[in-house]
């Protein structure tokens, strides 16, 4: 625990799920519906401070939750990153892109390149209780 | 192998270290002297493409790819991500990201900040022969 850490004081977004070592939240307001981070509860800063059972519990929980989103939103693309320079404890962003929404093939992180297309972002919407009822009874067991 | 793929005619950068399954290679140009790829050798898209010895291996490179570059460079703060939404062939870039550099905190795919720092720049570089030294003895043999 961190003073000042907000991923300590706070869960950081909608909660999915949560698990002893690990908690999967949705990221509201991102403007990408499907945008999802596993943080790891413990004030860590790096991937590399973990020891290597807890890299792969992380490892395959992240794993599991592309897969469900995969099967449920088949996007056009995974991406995963932990960057963490504003907030330095671990945390991985899981974000489902789809051709044609207001940045792709850009980084969610770079300059729009297109108007969001509202019918898209709705229809991505309208899956994600399903995929979240999914990742809730699939990955609070998996290890 | 994919028609097409560049990741699969060529090795992508500047080859530091190849394994059977994987090879870590340096992005030249990219305005980050520490900006390293590993890229998964066969043509999958995805993380979860992998099956989970594979993922073990190719988590373990990269903690000990970040674990050598925190070592070598101290840099501010470690960078991952898989995105290949241009090229969708598995590549994980690592990027060791400082306070000062052009876009931080900003990720690197954003808009820069600041001016980069010549000195700053030349300082990691002239450690970077060292770090891939480490990364060839260590790397290796890792599993």
Not at 116 to 122: F, G, I, K, T, V
Request: net charge neutral.
């Amino acid at each position: 625990m961190a003073a000042a850490c907000p991923l300590c004081a706070a869960d950081g977004g909608r909660l999915v799920l949560r698990t002893p070592r690990w908690r999967l939240i949705h990221a509201e307001g991102a403007g990408f519906p499907a945008f999802y981070r596993l943080v790891w509860n413990a004030h860590v800063a790096e991937f590399s401070d973990l020891d290597r059972g807890e890299r792969a519990e992380l490892t395959e929980a992240l794993a599991l939750a592309e897969q469900l989103i995969r099967e449920h939103l088949a996007p056009t693309k995974m991406n995963v990153a932990s960057l963490g320079n504003m907030v330095p404890h671990l945390h991985w962003h899981l974000i489902a892109r789809f051709e044609g929404d207001s940045h792709f093939p850009a980084p969610v992180w770079a300059t729009a390149v297109r108007e969001p297309d509202a019918a898209q972002l709705e229809g991505v919407r309208a899956r994600l209780p399903a995929l979240e009822s999914a990742m809730r009874e699939r990955m609070a067991s998996a290890r």
